[in-house]
T-cell receptor
Framework: DTAVSQTPKYLVTQMGNDKSIKCEQN?????MYWYKQDSKKFLKIMFS???????INETVPNRFSPKSPDKAHLNLHINSLELGDSAVYFC??????????????FGPGTRLTVT | SQQGEEDPQALSIQEGENATMNCSYK?????LQWYRQNSGRGLVHLIL?????REKHSGRLRVTLDTSKKSSSLLITASRAADTASYFC??????????FGAGTILRVKS
């Protein structure tokens, strides 16, 4: 059973398009995250939701909009895609809030390529 | 902002040798975690050490934490080819988030 799943695994699209990435966890966790990993492997948090409430919103362009319909799902919608958005996007979840006491479980990643 | 910085950036060893990776950070932390990332995959949690702990073991892994020096080390003993991966430290900041370093790329040659 996949703990944290993301779709799609690969996404190739043109500049200016709008796209979504979906994430689901079946671990019963309360907190979910979106991270962006750039070409140098640097992993940076974008958003975090705890029980469907936004708790972390890093300095991310407002073209990125997360949506959490329930605590098992956290989707990421990106408007007007730019070349600089090309990266691998990871969804993760944790039982509580990871910065305080919990480990995170990561999805397999979505490699987004904007041409 | 990037908190943890791993050292070295890359490490190449022979199978059976030990591998040591270091992580330095800047601010007060609640905990420090180590993760492994195999090529093309998501990160996998290895070990969590709390700020009031100094050492922790898990199988062939040994993690130390020195809060006075704001540093941690990850030791992998008797390395195997399957240990080839990138290793990241992440610090749990008092702001409800984990901040990841840039990682150490470990290559274990068989």
């Amino acid at each position: 059973d996949t703990a944290v799943s993301q779709t799609p695994k690969y996404l190739v699209t043109q500049m200016g398009n709008d796209k979504s990435i979906k994430c689901e966890q079946n671990l019963g966790h309360d907190t979910m995250y979106w991270y962006k990993q750039d070409s140098k492997k640097f992993l940076k948090i974008m958003f975090s939701y705890n029980n469907k409430e936004l708790i972390i919103n890093e300095t991310v362009p407002n073209r990125f909009s997360p949506k959490s319909p329930d605590k098992a799902h956290l989707n990421l919608h990106i408007n007007s895609l730019e070349l600089g958005d090309s990266a691998v996007y990871f969804c993760a979840s944790s039982l509580g809030i990871a910065g305080i006491f919990d480990e995170q479980y990561f999805g397999p990643g979505t490699r987004l390529t904007v041409t | 902002s990037q908190q943890g910085e791993e050292d070295p950036q890359a490490l190449s060893i022979q199978e059976g040798e030990n591998a040591t990776m270091n992580c330095s950070y800047k601010t007060s932390i609640n905990n420090l975690q180590w993760y492994r990332q195999n090529s093309g995959r998501g990160l996998v949690h290895l070990i969590l050490i709390r700020s009031n702990e100094r050492e922790k073991h898990s199988g062939r892994l040994r993690v130390t934490l020195d809060t006075s020096k704001k540093s941690s080390s990850l030791l992998i003993t008797a390395s195997r080819a399957a240990d080839t991966a990138s290793y990241f430290c992440a610090t749990g900041e008092y702001g409800n988030k984990l901040v990841f370093g840039a990682g150490t790329i470990l290559r274990v040659k068989s």
